[in-house]
C-alpha cells in the first residue's frame, strides 16, 4: 500500500507544484530580480545594481511609511488581543446567549476591507465633523481611526481562537486552583495564560501580519492623507509603483524589503513565544 502511494504521490501533488511555482515562485523570483533594474515593463528591464534601494530607504515618504506602520503594528497588537482574551474570558463562563455574543463580535471579520474602510470613515467623520475635523484634519485622526477599524474588524476573530484554547484547559486545573486559594486574577495568570501559549502564539502572529500588510482598510479610510502621513508600507508601494512614473523599480525595492522586514519579524516572534509554550 504504501508503495502505491509513494508511486502516484508526484502525480497527483505535481499541478499543486507547478500552480505555486507559476503564481508565487516565479513572480517571487522575477520581482526579486526587478527590484535591481529600472523597467516601466518586464521586457524593458535595465540593470541598475543597488541604485533603487538607496532611493527607497532616501525617501522620506518610505521613512515615513515605516515608522506609522511599526507604531500602528504595535497599538493593534496590544488592543486586539487584550480585549479579545477579555472577551474570551467573558465569553467562556456558560452563561445564557454566549454564542450570539461569539456570533455577533466575529461577523465584523466577514466584511470586505474597502467596504469597513469607508463605514468606520463615514463614522469617524461624523463625529469628527462636529469639532469641525475629519479624519485627514491631522494624522492622529487616521492613525487612531486605523487602530479602531482594525480593532473592531480582528477582535472577533482572535477572540475565538482564545476561547477554543480556553475551552481545551483540563477543568481540574482550575478546580486545584481553588482549592489552593488562588483568585480569579491568579488563576488566569498562572494557569489560563501558560496553558493557552499556543493560541496566544497564533493570535500575535495573525495580529502582526495583518497589522504590517494593512492596504486596503487604509486606502479606504485616510488614503495616506494628510500629506501621505498615514500612508502605510503597502500603500506607499502602490503610490511609488503606480503613481510614480519611471518609480517602479524602486517600488519593487520596497516591496522587497517590506517582505523581509515581515518575514524577519514573523520568525522572531514565532521563536520567541514558541519558545514559551516550550517551558510550558
Known amino acids: 500500500m504504501e508503495k502505491s502511494i509513494k508511486r502516484y504521490v508526484l502525480f497527483f501533488t ?16 522575477l520581482g526579486i530580480y526587478l527590484s ?15 541604485s533603487n534601494y538607496g532611493k527607497a530607504f532616501a525617501n522620506p515618504d518610505f521613512q515615513n ?10 497599538v493593534s497588537i496590544i ?8 472577551l474570551a474570558l467573558l465569553l467562556t463562563r456558560g452563561r445564557k446567549g454566549t454564542n450570539l455574543f461569539r456570533t455577533a463580535f466575529f461577523m465584523p471579520n466577514l466584511i470586505g476591507g474597502i467596504v469597513l474602510g469607508y463605514i468606520w470613515q463615514l463614522i469617524l467623520n461624523g463625529i469628527l465633523y462636529r469639532y469641525e475635523m475629519t479624519l485627514t484634519f491631522d494624522a492622529k485622526y487616521g492613525f487612531w481611526g486605523l487602530v479602531i477599524l ?25 478546580e486545584v486552583a481553588k482549592i489552593e486559594g488562588a483568585d480569579r486574577w491568579a488563576t488566569v495568570r498562572h494557569v489560563t495564560i501558560p496553558m493557552i501559549m499556543p493560541a496566544i502564539t497564533i493570535c500575535l502572529f495573525l ?8 492596504f486596503d482598510q487604509n486606502l479606504a479610510l485616510t488614503a495616506g492623507a494628510p500629506s501621505k502621513e498615514t500612508a502605510m508600507l503597502a500603500l ?9 512614473p519611471g518609480f517602479e523599480g524602486v517600488g519593487q525595492a520596497k516591496a522587497v524589503v517590506f517582505f523581509v522586514l515581515v518575514a524577519l519579524i514573523s520568525m522572531i516572534q514565532l521563536s520567541i513565544t514558541r519558545r514559551r509554550e516550550v517551558e510550558q
Not at 535591481?36 to 528591464?45: G, L, Y
Not at 482594525?150 to 482550575?174: E, N
Open 14 to 29: 505535481l499541478p499543486t507544484l507547478l500552480a505555486f511555482a507559476a503564481l508565487f515562485v516565479v513572480p517571487f523570483a
Open 36 to 50: 535591481f533594474t529600472e523597467f516601466t515593463t518586464v521586457n524593458d528591464a535595465t540593470w541598475v545594481g543597488l
Open 65 to 74: 511609511a515605516l515608522w506609522f506602520t511599526s507604531k500602528f503594528t504595535v
Open 79 to 86: 488592543t486586539v488581543n487584550v480585549l479579545a482574551f477579555l
Open 150 to 174: 482594525m480593532s473592531w474588524q480582528m477582535i472577533g476573530y482572535m477572540m475565538v481562537i482564545y476561547i477554543a484554547g480556553i475551552q481545551s484547559i483540563p477543568k481540574d486545573l482550575f
Open 207 to 214: 495580529t502582526m501580519i495583518n497589522s504590517l500588510k494593512l
Open 236 to 244: 506607499d508601494i502602490y503610490n511609488t509603483f503606480y503613481g510614480t
